[in-house]
């Protein structure tokens, strides 16, 4: 199986703030990455699909980047919505697999 | 638009079975692929394996081989996950999610682009 490692596992800011989140592959995944976003007591939405697209209606706050192992997915200015855990997800191979999560809480 | 509902909380003693389903609706359903992932309480998400609407192939991921069934009702528009021989350790929130994909090739990227509520299963005694 693919391992997927996100660093930090939490991460404190502020409103306003720019944050960077890092997922690591264990093995090679070309752009076969996805970005999700869960609030607290809800179901995760997606974010980034493909490494670096952002679906409709998802604002342009966010955006992600990378290739290969080495992925991020960027918050230009957060806001009081994005206080949530996110997590990074390989659909590269099966079985699908996700990163640990990291937490983003209100400085 | 496109809605994915689970049916409601269930409590199982160990040992038994247990089959969520998730109906959906606002889209053609046989023109995208289901997934179900579950959250351990307080955990991260676990993808617990993948049916196509179209074929009713299924691909489980081998830590639930031999213990989960997928299936689908294209009467109904509803996809069905079992689980069967209960452990607590199976105490989870169970999601049906949607899988889009890209049309690139040779291999399309695939995301799960929406959720159902999500349905919590407690297995105790």
């Known amino acids: 199986d693919i391992q997927m490692t996100q660093s930090p596992s939490s991460l404190s800011a502020s409103v306003g703030d720019r944050v960077t989140i890092s997922c690591r592959a264990s093995?090679?995944?070309?752009?076969?990455l996805n970005w999700y976003r869960q609030k607290p007591g809800t179901a995760p939405e997606v974010l980034i699909y493909a490494a670096s697209n952002l679906p409709g209606g998802v604002p342009s706050r966010f955006s992600g980047g990378g290739s290969g192992t080495d992925f991020t997915l960027t918050i230009s200015s957060l806001q009081p919505e994005d206080f949530a855990t996110y997590y990074c997800q390989q659909s590269y191979n099966s079985p699908q697999t996700f990163g640990q999560g990291t937490k983003l809480e209100i400085k | 638009q496109v809605q994915l509902v689970q049916s409601g909380a269930e409590v199982k003693q160990p040992g038994a079975s247990v089959k969520v389903s998730c109906k959906t609706s606002g889209y053609t359903f046989t023109n995208y692929a289901m997934s179900w992932v579950r959250q351990a309480p307080g955990q991260g998400l676990e993808w617990m394996g993948w049916i196509s609407t179209y074929n009713l192939n299924t691909d489980y991921a081998q830590k639930f081989q031999g213990r989960v069934t997928m299936t689908t009702d294209t009467s109904t528009n509803t996809v069905y996950m079992e689980l069967r021989s209960l452990r607590s350790d199976d105490t989870a929130v169970y999601y049906c999610?949607?899988?889009?994909?890209?049309?690139?090739?040779?291999?399309?990227?695939?995301?799960?682009?929406?959720w159902g509520q999500g349905t919590l299963v407690t297995v105790s005694s």
């Open positions: 999610t949607r899988e889009t994909a890209t049309p690139s090739v040779p291999r399309p990227r695939r995301w799960f682009d929406s």
């Open positions: 093995h090679t995944i070309s752009t076969f």
